[in-house]
Each structure stands twice: as structure tokens, then as C-alpha cells.
T-cell receptor, first 112, second 118 residues
Framework: EDKVVQSPLSLVVHEGDTVTLNCSYEVTNFRSLLWYKQEKKAPTFLFMLTSSGIEKKSGRLSSILDKKELFSILNITATQTGDSAVYLCAYYSGGGADGLTFGKGTHLIIQP | GAVVSQHPSRVICKSGTSVKIECRSLDFQATTMFWYRQFPKQSLMLMATSNEGSKATYEQGVEKDKFLINHASLTLSTLTVTSAHPEDSSFYIC??????????????FGQGTRLTVV
């Protein structure tokens, strides 16, 4: 059965710390892996990864995919209280007609 | 990025009544939209895939007669929760992808609808 596992499920750090969130997956027909940030409502898109070893970066956030080992990480440097959220990892396993399969998410809390 | 609008954002209904949730793609045409449900502290679970002009495809365990999906146009899909019960209380979110750009494109989400059945 296809699945995605995120770790840790929750994480509490202090402002300024760097965090690494993990996402491992098992899927028959992998197409792309996505990271989302969910605060109170709907998820907001962060990154989409399709190729191994190519880091995607946006400000203090970065992510990379390892298709051989079947995992991805999301890094956040110099964390701020506004980074507190649930970070969701998801994948597409097929074409445009497929929905996303999500992991349970990592609940990140940044303390001042 | 593409915009997906969902309405209403919050609804409270009585047990036994039906509730309709709308999902619109505002600046692109979506032949396919997706409906997810999220219970407290749980992840998003795909309920069904809504196909314009044809029947929706439901995930295992999702009752198609209870969750009616209509994708009447290329920019609108609706989810109707029929004969709602308190256990249907959840956060419902729709999403769509702009496949005119590329097959590999991120999904954009609506704002979600918090349904409470009393």
C-alpha cells in the first residue's frame, strides 16, 4: 500500500533554531513530492520536488528529494514564531487526474 | 499562482439536513477537482475526484450517496453532504490543478469549509 510517513510528528524549538522535517514515502508510481504549510485553514504550497538531489529554496526554507532512498527533508533556518504550523508532505503517484496522498504532518511550534 | 475559492468557510447545520459546499477555480479551468476531509489533528484524506461532465470517483470507504459531487462546469465543483450527522463534522477542502500549464503542477487549495453538525 502506498504511504507517506512524516517525522517527527511534533517539534518544539526556540526562535532562531534550525529545524529539519522528514518525509519518507512508499509509492508504486512516484511522480512528485510536495510540501505544504498549514496554519489554521487550508494548506499553502511550499515546494514541489520531482528530481533527486536538486535543492529548492525559498527564503529560509529549503527542501530536497532523494528518490533512491525515498525521502525528502524540509529545512527551516533561523526560525521565527510565524513558522509555527503543521507542515504536510504529500505525493502524486499518477497523472493530472490523481489527488494527493498526505502524511500526517509535523506540528512545529516555535517558542519566542 | 492559481486561485481556488471555496464557500462557505464555516457552516453549522442541524442533524438530518443537507449542506452544499462550492469550490471555484477563479483564474483557470479545472477539468478535475479534488475534495479532501480533515478531522482534528489528522491529515487531509482524499474523499473523491470530481470530473467535469462525468461522475465523481470516490475513495474507498467514502459513501457516494452521502457525499454528492457535481462538477457542472470547468470552474465549479460542489460537494453536498446529505442527511448530515454529527460525525460528518469536519474540515472539508477542495483543490484543483491548472493542467493547461504542465502535468507536474502543484495543487491549489480552497480556503476550506468548517462543517459542524448539531
Amino acid at each position: 500500500e502506498d504511504k507517506v510517513v512524516q517525522s517527527p510528528l511534533s517539534l518544539v524549538v526556540h526562535e532562531g533554531d534550525t529545524v529539519t522535517l522528514n518525509c519518507s514515502y512508499e509509492v508504486t508510481n512516484f511522480r512528485s513530492l510536495l510540501w505544504y504549510k498549514q496554519e489554521k485553514k487550508a494548506p499553502t504550497f511550499l515546494f514541489m520536488l520531482t528530481s533527486s538531489g536538486i535543492e529548492k529554496k525559498s527564503g529560509r526554507l529549503s527542501s530536497i528529494l532523494d528518490k533512491k532512498e525515498l525521502f525528502s527533508i524540509l529545512n527551516i533556518t533561523a526560525t521565527q514564531t510565524g513558522d509555527s504550523a503543521v507542515y504536510l508532505c504529500a505525493y502524486y503517484s499518477g497523472g493530472g487526474a490523481d489527488g494527493l496522498t498526505f502524511g500526517k504532518g509535523t506540528h512545529l511550534i516555535i517558542q519566542p | 499562482g492559481a486561485v481556488v475559492s471555496q464557500h462557505p468557510s464555516r457552516v453549522i447545520c442541524k442533524s438530518g439536513t443537507s449542506v452544499k459546499i462550492e469550490c471555484r477555480s477563479l483564474d483557470f479551468q479545472a477539468t478535475t477537482m479534488f475534495w479532501y476531509r480533515q478531522f482534528p489533528k489528522q491529515s487531509l484524506m482524499l474523499m473523491a475526484t470530481s470530473n467535469e461532465g462525468s461522475k465523481a470517483t470516490y475513495e474507498q470507504g467514502v459513501e457516494k450517496d452521502k457525499f454528492l459531487i457535481n462538477h457542472a462546469s470547468l470552474t465549479l465543483s460542489t460537494l453536498t453532504v446529505t442527511s448530515a450527522h454529527p460525525e460528518d463534522s469536519s474540515f472539508y477542502i477542495c483543490s484543483a490543478r491548472d493542467l493547461t500549464r504542465t502535468m507536474n503542477t502543484e495543487a491549489f487549495f480552497g480556503q476550506g469549509t468548517r462543517l459542524t453538525v448539531v
